[in-house]
């Protein structure tokens, strides 16, 4: 199986903030990567998906990057609704293993 | 809309079984791949099994083969998740999700339902 790997695995940032969660690889993936934001209680949400495609709906502060291996999600001038934890999760093969996640908290 | 709502969970023994329903609607189901994902309690995600939209192929975690069986019945938008011989290790919300063929997003997620394996 393809593992994932996440980090940091918690973030403390304030609003207005620049943010940057990693998320790498073990092998090769192509684009087939996502990311969701999950807050406490509530399922997760997509927010992203092919690496870099923004799901509709999206606010445009959040971007995706990268290809292969590294893959890495950007929230410009974060929001008091983005404090949340965010996963990436791999679809190329199974087991479209996730990442351990990663909690963004308010500094 | 796209709704998916899961029923079925509850408190159920080590070694027992559970079936797990999902009630889809909003779009036309047939067309979709379908998934379950679980979260055990603070924990992460865990995609658990996918069916195609024909119910020609499935595939699972390795941690539930030969215990789990996923299956739907498209005249019913209805997705349905068997839990067979089941452990503490399966305690977890179970989500069903639109989407999850290879290449296919998960782009719909149900509320999720609670299953807890304890004697």
């Known amino acids: 199986d393809i593992q994932m790997t996440q980090s940091p695995s918690t973030l403390s940032a304030s609003v207005g903030d620049r943010v940057t969660i990693t998320c790498r690889a073990s092998q090769n993936v192509d684009s087939w990567l996502a990311w969701f934001q999950q807050k406490p209680g509530k399922a997760p949400n997509l927010l992203i998906y092919?690496?870099?495609t923004l799901q509709g709906g999206v606010p445009s502060r959040f971007s995706g990057s990268g290809s292969g291996t590294e893959f890495t999600l950007t929230i410009n001038s974060l929001q008091p609704d983005d404090f949340a934890t965010y996963y990436c999760?791999?679809?190329?093969?199974?087991?479209?293993?996730f990442g351990g996640g990663t909690k963004v908290e308010i500094k | 809309e796209v709704q998916l709502v899961e029923s079925g969970g509850g408190l159920v023994q080590p070694g027992g079984s559970l079936r797990l329903s999902c009630a889809a609607s909003g779009f036309t189901f047939s067309n979709y791949w379908m998934s379950w994902v679980r979260q055990a309690p603070g924990k992460g995600l865990e995609w658990v099994a996918n069916?195609?939209?024909?119910?020609?192929?499935?595939n699972y975690v390795d941690s539930v083969k030969g215990r789990f069986t996923i299956s739907r019945d498209n005249a019913k938008s209805s997705l349905y998740l068997q839990m067979n011989s089941l452990r503490a290790a399966d305690t977890a919300v179970y989500y069903c999700?639109?989407?999850?063929?290879?290449?296919?997003?998960?782009?719909?997620w149900g509320q999720g339902i609670l299953v807890t394996v304890s004697s």
């Open positions: 069916i195609r939209p024909d119910g020609s192929e499935e």
């Open positions: 999700v639109r989407g999850g063929g290879s290449g296919s997003i998960l782009d719909y």
């Open positions: 092919k690496a870099s």
């Open positions: 999760q791999q679809y190329k093969s199974y087991s479209f293993t």
